[in-house]
Protein backbone atom coordinates (compact mmCIF):
# COMPACT_ATOMS: atom_id res chain seq x y z
CA UNK A 1 0.00 0.00 0.00
CA UNK A 2 1.38 3.46 -0.88
CA UNK A 3 -0.17 6.79 0.82
CA UNK A 4 0.44 10.30 -0.12
CA UNK A 5 0.25 13.02 2.41
CA UNK A 6 1.28 16.26 2.89
CA UNK A 7 -0.70 18.13 0.67
CA UNK A 8 -3.71 20.88 2.09
CA UNK A 9 -4.21 25.00 0.77
CA UNK A 10 -1.15 27.00 -0.08
CA UNK A 11 -0.93 30.42 -1.63
CA UNK A 12 0.48 31.08 -5.00
CA UNK A 13 4.37 31.24 -5.11
CA UNK A 14 4.58 29.28 -1.64
CA UNK A 15 6.47 25.54 -1.48
CA UNK A 16 5.52 21.80 -0.39
CA UNK A 17 6.31 18.91 0.24
CA UNK A 18 4.66 15.85 -0.61
CA UNK A 19 5.52 12.64 1.26
CA UNK A 20 4.95 8.81 -0.04
CA UNK A 21 5.01 6.27 2.43
CA UNK A 22 4.65 2.51 2.19
CA UNK A 23 3.63 -0.24 4.02
CA UNK A 24 4.04 -3.96 3.76
CA UNK A 25 5.87 -3.39 0.73
CA UNK A 26 10.25 -2.03 0.26
CA UNK A 27 10.19 1.17 -2.07
CA UNK A 28 13.87 0.41 -2.80
CA UNK A 29 12.90 -2.20 -4.49
CA UNK A 30 10.79 0.23 -7.16
CA UNK A 31 11.54 3.20 -9.24
CA UNK A 32 8.74 5.62 -7.59
CA UNK A 33 7.17 8.45 -9.64
CA UNK A 34 4.81 11.03 -8.79
CA UNK A 35 1.67 12.24 -10.99
CA UNK A 36 -1.18 14.55 -10.40
CA UNK A 37 -5.06 14.87 -11.54
CA UNK A 38 -7.11 17.03 -12.18
CA UNK A 39 -10.70 16.25 -12.95
CA UNK A 40 -12.36 15.89 -16.04
CA UNK A 41 -8.26 15.32 -17.69
CA UNK A 42 -5.76 12.43 -17.49
CA UNK A 43 -2.95 11.63 -15.06
CA UNK A 44 0.19 13.57 -15.82
CA UNK A 45 3.68 13.04 -14.79
CA UNK A 46 5.70 14.98 -12.78
CA UNK A 47 8.75 13.29 -11.76
CA UNK A 48 10.58 10.06 -11.24
CA UNK A 49 13.41 8.55 -9.13
CA UNK A 50 15.43 4.86 -9.43
CA UNK A 51 15.42 2.96 -6.56
CA UNK A 52 18.57 4.24 -5.29
CA UNK A 53 17.91 7.88 -6.42
CA UNK A 54 20.80 7.44 -9.38
CA UNK A 55 18.46 8.41 -12.45
CA UNK A 56 15.69 11.32 -11.82
CA UNK A 57 13.64 12.55 -14.63
CA UNK A 58 10.97 15.59 -14.41
CA UNK A 59 8.16 16.82 -16.40
CA UNK A 60 9.34 20.33 -18.39
CA UNK A 61 5.53 22.01 -16.43
CA UNK A 62 8.12 21.33 -13.03
CA UNK A 63 11.43 21.32 -13.71
CA UNK A 64 13.20 23.74 -12.03
CA UNK A 65 11.04 24.10 -9.30
CA UNK A 66 10.79 20.35 -8.12
CA UNK A 67 12.66 17.94 -6.16
CA UNK A 68 12.30 14.13 -6.14
CA UNK A 69 13.77 12.61 -3.51
CA UNK A 70 13.74 9.23 -1.51
CA UNK A 71 14.83 7.85 1.84
CA UNK A 72 14.75 4.38 1.65
CA UNK A 73 15.54 3.60 5.30
CA UNK A 74 12.52 4.80 6.07
CA UNK A 75 10.35 3.61 3.27
CA UNK A 76 9.29 7.14 2.18
CA UNK A 77 9.65 9.21 -1.65
CA UNK A 78 9.05 12.85 -1.34
CA UNK A 79 8.22 15.79 -3.83
CA UNK A 80 9.28 19.13 -3.16
CA UNK A 81 7.20 21.85 -5.02
CA UNK A 82 8.26 25.57 -4.49
CA UNK A 83 6.54 28.70 -6.64
CA UNK A 84 3.65 26.91 -7.00
CA UNK A 85 0.47 28.43 -9.11
CA UNK A 86 -2.55 27.72 -8.93
CA UNK A 87 -2.38 25.38 -12.18
CA UNK A 88 -0.44 23.43 -9.78
CA UNK A 89 -3.99 22.58 -8.24
CA UNK A 90 -4.67 18.82 -8.34
CA UNK A 91 -4.63 15.50 -6.72
CA UNK A 92 -1.31 13.76 -6.43
CA UNK A 93 -0.23 10.55 -6.35
CA UNK A 94 3.00 8.66 -6.26
CA UNK A 95 3.89 5.16 -7.63
CA UNK A 96 5.74 2.61 -7.74
CA UNK A 97 6.97 0.87 -10.61
CA UNK A 98 9.93 -0.88 -12.77
CA UNK A 99 11.30 1.80 -14.27
CA UNK A 100 11.83 5.47 -13.56
CA UNK A 101 9.67 6.54 -16.75
CA UNK A 102 6.67 9.05 -17.44
CA UNK A 103 4.55 6.28 -18.33
CA UNK A 104 1.40 5.76 -15.91
CA UNK A 105 1.34 1.91 -17.59
CA UNK A 106 4.35 1.25 -16.19
CA UNK A 107 3.66 1.82 -12.67
CA UNK A 108 1.88 -1.51 -11.22
CA UNK A 109 0.85 -0.06 -7.39
CA UNK A 110 -0.65 3.35 -6.65
CA UNK A 111 -1.37 5.21 -3.72
CA UNK A 112 -4.31 7.22 -2.49
CA UNK A 113 -4.22 10.78 -3.62
CA UNK A 114 -3.87 13.97 -1.43
CA UNK A 115 -5.02 17.04 -2.65
CA UNK A 116 -2.96 20.35 -2.91
CA UNK A 117 -4.68 23.39 -3.58
CA UNK A 118 -3.17 26.69 -4.89
CA UNK A 119 -4.61 29.89 -4.35
CA UNK A 120 -3.51 32.88 -6.45
Known amino acids: QLQASGGGSVQAGDSLRLSCAAS????????MGWFRQVPGKEREFLAA????????SYADLVKGRSTISRDNAKNMVYLSMNSLKAEDTAVYYC???????????????WGQGTLVTVSS
Open 24 to 31: RRTLSSYS
Open 95 to 109: AAGRQPTEWRDEYDY
Open 49 to 56: ISPFGSVR
